[in-house]
T-cell receptor, first 112, second 110 residues
């Protein structure tokens, strides 16, 4: 069964450092998303991506965040200068035009 | 604003039936999803409703009333493995962003 894969599963970084979280969406999907979930809190939408551009982003997705689809398979989330409050589980998801979103297993980001 | 409300926590007994409610107030409506999330894991899709009525899928059913801004997830013949958080999410507009409720933590007791 096709699945969304994310790497790494856990990333520890120092405050102020840049991190890149990687995702391989399901191959025939058209819409890609990043969500985050701070421990014990609800899932929060960050950004959606369609046709090689951002289609929507939340207030959380400020200038410190960027997304890229550098090739036909990968979808990345970059945080330029991490803050302690960026510590969370980051989920990548993808969907077809009319299907539900399928989630990857997440990357746990810990900023120290 | 956009708002989705669910009970924070519910407790039920193994073998019983439980109903988890979700109410929403959103700028538009283009479908409601239920996801299951075990602690430390990704949400997994359970059901999708876009028209009023009941969708049944094995032990799980989901109901939608668009006029009332209301949905419920019904779990029958509860098993211990059903202990998880259940997330209600709404696709508000013609775009594909999902707006999420905070989730209902379901605790199953023997």
């Amino acid at each position: 069964e096709p699945e969304v894969t994310q790497t790494p599963s856990h990333q520890v970084t120092q405050m102020g450092q840049e991190v890149i979280l990687r995702c391989v969406p399901i191959s025939n999907h058209l819409y890609f998303y990043w969500y985050r979930q701070i421990l014990g809190q609800k899932v929060e939408f960050l950004v959606s991506f369609y046709n090689n551009e951002i289609s929507e982003k939340s207030e959380i997705f400020d200038d410190q965040f960027s997304v890229e689809r550098p090739d036909g398979s990968n979808f990345t989330l970059k945080i330029r200068s991490t803050k302690l409050e960026d510590s969370a589980m980051y989920f990548c998801a993808s969907s077809g035009a009319t299907t539900e979103a399928f989630f990857g297993q997440g990357t746990r980001l810990t900023v120290v | 604003g956009q708002n989705i409300d669910q009970p924070t926590e519910m407790t039920a007994t193994e073998g019983a039936i439980v109903q988890i409610n979700c109410t929403y107030q959103t700028s538009g409506f283009n479908g409601l999803f239920w996801y299951q999330q075990h602690a430390g894991e990704a949400p997994t899709f359970l059901s999708y409703n876009v028209l009023d009525g009941l969708e049944e899928k094995g032990r799980f059913s989901s109901f939608l009333s668009r006029s009332k801004g209301y949905s419920y997830l019904l779990l029958k013949e509860l098993q211990m493995k059903d202990s998880a958080s259940y997330l209600c999410a709404v696709r508000a507009d013609s775009n594909y962003q999902l707006i999420w409720g905070a989730g209902t933590k379901l605790i199953i007791k023997p």
